[in-house]
């Protein structure tokens, strides 16, 4: 038997720096876990590098994740359309007119155009994914956010007046639109629009949502227990905990509504002032789980039909922005 102790065994020179690649701990499985963890460090650094780094690649992962559900069968079917078309009834005329023109522009070849709508997001999303383009990924998701946000989302019902926080008011796409802008790569915090521009627009859209809780479809006696009931679901555990949270809301519309309006003031206002800003951004990342589960199933992931998460992780992420520009707490 030949023995790696023999350093002349068939005439071959010793070699004192080989070994034994299967039984030596310090050969390639060594030398393997540093490659691995040279490769993660490197993949962190390039997509996790700082808090901006982080949400933009947190974006541009949902930008692929919308660009996938595009390409569900549900999408290139009639009920697509169908669901476009059933947002124009209580729109102003201009608003129910184009979206009408739209979704007759798509059914001329569903298959073609959907697919390059789905395309087009998927694009977005590795644009913003890889650093070399982002600027230009950023910059395109804003276009297509304004594009999607009328026809595909009407503006959020704002002008049906049915813009309702706990079903995703005012649109995820909007939100998409502004985080880019906040996240956008330069050396200002709060990207193009700054801190305060950053602090403002938050406010905009909690007061906005404030206005929303108060509208007559959305502060009846059972409008809460309705708009939960009428949420995407698929899942029965959620179903379980829809019903449940309906039949608690059953009767108690106008005082949730109240509730609710009033919280969302206080979001919008406190942050703006940046009086207690932590603790409100943490009370609006609490309030968005509640709403994305219950009012908003998940966005309907589960259905088949959904073309977005929804605004629940959207505002999440937007809130992430600013906690990321307050000062650091005292340790």
């Not at 490769?39 to 996790?48: E, K, L, M, S, T």
């Not at 005082?255 to 206002?269: D, F, K």
């Not at 088949?304 to 992420?317: H, K, Q, R, S």
């Given at each position: 038997?030949?023995?790696?102790?023999?350093?002349?065994?068939?005439?071959?020179?010793?070699?004192?720096?080989?070994?034994?690649?299967?039984?030596?701990?310090?050969?390639?499985?060594?030398?393997?876990?540093?490659?691995?963890?040279a490769?993660?460090?490197?993949?962190?650094?390039?997509?996790?590098s700082d808090s901006r780094r982080t949400i933009q690649t947190t974006i541009g992962l949902l930008w692929l994740l919308d660009g996938g559900l595009q390409f569900q069968s549900f999408m290139y079917s009639k009920g697509f359309l169908q669901m476009l078309t059933g947002m124009e009834a209580g729109q102003p005329h201009w608003l129910s007119a184009s979206i009408a023109w739209g979704a007759r522009f798509e059914q001329t070849d569903v298959t073609l155009w959907n697919t390059l709508f789905a395309l087009t997001q998927v694009a977005i999303g590795l644009g913003i994914l890889y650093r070399p383009t982002v600027r230009l990924a950023l910059a395109s998701s804003v276009a297509w956010a304004v594009v999607v946000w009328w026809f595909g989302e009407a503006f959020g019902m704002l002008f049906a007046n049915e813009a309702n926080p706990l079903t995703g008011a005012p649109g995820a796409v909007l939100l998409y639109a502004l985080i880019g802008l906040i996240v956008w790569p330069n050396d200002r915090p709060g990207g193009l629009l700054g801190i305060r521009g950053t602090r403002a627009a938050w406010a905009a859209i909690w007061c906005l949502a404030a206005w929303a809780w108060l509208l007559a479809p959305n502060s009846s006696a059972n409008a809460t227990r309705d708009a939960i009931r009428s949420a995407p679901s698929g899942m029965s555990w959620l179903s379980t905990a829809q019903h449940h949270a309906a039949t608690m809301a059953a009767g108690n519309g106008?005082?949730?509504?109240?509730?609710?309006?009033?919280?969302?003031?206080?979001?919008?206002?406190?942050?703006a002032a940046d009086w207690q800003a932590r603790t409100f951004l943490w009370l609006a990342v609490c309030l968005n789980i509640l709403y994305w589960v219950l009012g908003q199933g998940l966005g309907g992931l589960a259905t088949?039909?959904?073309?977005?998460?929804?605004?629940?992780?959207?505002?999440?992420?937007l809130a992430a922005a600013l906690i990321t520009q307050l000062p650091a707490r005292a340790a």
């Open positions: 038997m030949l023995s790696a102790r023999n350093p002349h065994a068939h005439g071959r020179p010793h070699n004192p720096t080989s070994r034994v690649a299967t039984s030596d701990p310090a050969g390639p499985p060594h030398m393997s876990t540093t490659v691995t963890a490769r993660i460090a490197a993949a962190r650094d390039y997509f996790v106008e005082l949730i509504a109240i509730v609710l309006a009033a919280t969302s003031l206080a979001i919008g206002i406190t942050v088949g039909t959904a073309t977005d998460p929804n605004a629940g992780p959207l505002v999440i992420v």
